[in-house]
């Protein structure tokens, strides 16, 4: 086992759901109190801007929509750990926190979903949430699964022969690791020894199709063993865990040490898509126990038990966040829908110029 998972072990077993949470004396390294009810707020504003997005769908506003209820705490940790104005990010579809944190405004998220003019990753004519977004440096990202990963690997690849310490985070599900984009990608970064990584936000089902029937192993981490460089298995419900994990990751890639793998283990609260009935494959029972696992409940509960947030706080949070999504559906809905004139902008021409 390598020294950082052995680091993360601890660190899991410290700041496992039902053990203490560290006071803020000892919180991670980097981390002030302040941070925490910060990335908190980001949780709660994600969670209520998703909400809305799945009304608006059930009204038939927008067409569609993957939900990031469960992910919360695994997003904000990463981000926090990371530096958005050095570092890159390349994300797939269900970000919705990621987004918030490298600061992608509600407005500009839920134009994409009611393909309203000025969406400002494809100009409102793809699906939610594809294309890229050049002021926050997203990259170009869409819901083809694992293709991302190659790219964050060219990306890291650049940066080291920039000698840049900048480095790479790319985000996907435990679908992905199944593909052979993912393969390729990790052996490469591997020969390499580049400056990238590899984020599974593992939620246990691919679509409708549950884990054990994905891969015979119990560890995505486990996998890293064939490409020589450290694979660590996290609780994602906890920003406090997933915080040290990035973080010593990023410490390791900076230092020109290579890549990690970090396994957060998280529940997709929701069904796949608006297009999903996860009723269909998924036990009633295992619906039922995963709403213990719900990231913001265990944020909440461990910001009370440490005097951080009080009930009459965590009330004046929410409803700041459902002020502020109030505000912004009604601005959204009140714009047009791009021009039918500018159909064709930034396209490359054919070869007769047409």
């Not at 947030?309 to 009140?334: Q, Y």
């Amino acid at each position: 086992m390598s020294e950082l998972s052995i680091g993360t072990r601890k660190l899991y077993n410290r700041l496992m759901p039902q053990s203490p949470t560290p006071s803020s004396t000892t919180l991670p390294d980097g981390l002030k109190t302040s941070d925490l009810l910060e990335m908190y707020r980001t949780m709660v504003l994600s969670r209520t801007l998703d909400e809305r997005v799945w009304l608006l769908n059930r009204q038939g506003k927008a067409a569609i929509a993957a939900s990031a209820q469960g992910h919360e705490a695994a997003q904000i940790g990463t981000v926090k750990a990371l530096d958005p104005a050095r570092d890159h990010f390349l994300i797939y579809y269900r970000q919705f926190t990621v987004m918030l944190g490298v600061g992608t405004t509600p407005t500009e998220l839920l134009s994409g979903f009611l393909a309203r003019d000025g969406e400002p990753m494809s100009g409102a004519r793809q699906f939610p949430l594809h294309g890229a977004h050049p002021r926050v440096d997203l990259f170009s990202f869409s819901n083809v699964v694992a293709t991302q990963l190659p790219h964050a690997v060219g990306v890291a690849l650049a940066d080291k022969m920039r000698r840049s310490d900048a480095v790479t985070i790319v985000f996907f599900g435990d679908g992905a690791v199944s593909q052979g984009d993912t393969h390729e990608a990790m052996n490469f970064a591997g020969v390499h020894n580049l400056p990238v990584i590899f984020m599974c936000e593992n939620n246990r089902y691919a679509i409708s199709v549950p884990m054990h029937k994905q891969m015979a192993v119990d560890s995505i981490a486990s996998r890293t063993s064939s490409y020589g460089f450290p694979g660590v298995s996290v609780d994602g419900t906890d920003m406090l865990a997933i915080y040290e994990a990035v973080s010593a990751a990023a410490a390791r890639a900076r230092k020109g040490d290579g890549p990690t793998l970090i396994e957060a283990s998280v529940e997709r609260l929701l069904p796949h898509t608006t297009d999903d009935d996860h009723t269909r494959y998924r036990p009633e029972d295992d619906i039922e126990s995963m709403k213990s696992r719900d990231p913001l409940d265990i944020t909440r509960n461990m910001l009370v038990s440490h005097d951080l947030l009080s009930d009459t706080e965590d009330a004046g949070i929410r409803a700041e966040a459902l002020a502020t999504v109030n505000a912004v559906t009604d601005e959204v809905e009140a714009l047009g829908y791009p021009p039918v004139d500018t159909m064709f902008d930034h396209l490359f021409a054919g070869s007769h110029g047409q």
